[in-house]
């Protein structure tokens, strides 16, 4: 019971004042089911893009953190090609900082600043990381054009905010699937985010 008016006063919250650049929505009636979109942030390689997110609700939420991952490819030493994402707000303490007063606006404002601001010290892709701490050029040519080629064209005539476009995004996940696979035979290894 906590669970659903909680996530009914915090969606309620998200569509009528949300975090600039970030929209987040139901599926269908489902409440323990949500789509995200954040947009790229200006001045960054992921500038332009719209990258869509899949947020599961634990039964267990607030005392859980809610499990979220990108749908949407994106080159970044904190996000594997499976778009699992390493923050210290999605995953309870000791090793996290999940605590039942944060809530998923303030996990998506923090993975949209982790997007703006990588964390090459607590990487998934060992790799990427790599690139970003010693290559930073290549880094940011290589972000952009993932950029271009996976949140920008596949995404056109998406409305920023719109629920009608539910469809759109079940096609994004099939096709980010696809791409991920598609990555890892190239992409870099992953490494266990501690």
Not at 21 to 50: H, K, N
Not at 76 to 85: A, K, T, V, Y
Not at 131 to 140: A, D, I, Q, T
């Amino acid at each position: 019971m906590q669970k659903a008016s909680r996530l009914k006063r915090e969606l309620q919250m998200l569509s009528t004042e949300p975090p600039p650049g970030i929209t987040c929505w139901q599926v269908e009636e489902r409440m323990d089911e949500l789509r995200a979109q954040i947009v790229g942030g200006t001045g960054t390689p992921y500038e332009g893009g719209l990258f869509s997110l899949e947020i599961n609700i634990p039964e267990r939420y607030p005392f859980e953190p809610p499990k979220m991952r990108f749908l949407t490819a994106i080159y970044h030493p904190n996000i594997d090609n499976s778009g699992r994402i390493c923050h210290d707000a999605l995953k309870l303490p000791p090793k996290g900082a999940w605590k039942p007063s944060l809530n998923i606006s303030t996990v998506l404002t923090s993975i949209q600043l982790l997007m703006t601001e990588p964390n090459p010290d607590d990487p998934l892709m060992a790799d990427i990381s790599a690139e970003f701490k010693y290559n930073k050029p290549l880094f940011m040519e290589k972000a952009r054009k993932w950029t271009q080629e996976h949140a920008v064209q596949k995404n056109m005539g998406v409305v920023e905010g719109n629920k009608e476009n539910t469809p759109d995004q079940k096609t994004l996940s099939h096709k980010r699937g696809a791409s991920g696979t598609d990555q890892e035979t190239v992409g870099p290894p992953k490494k266990a985010c501690a």
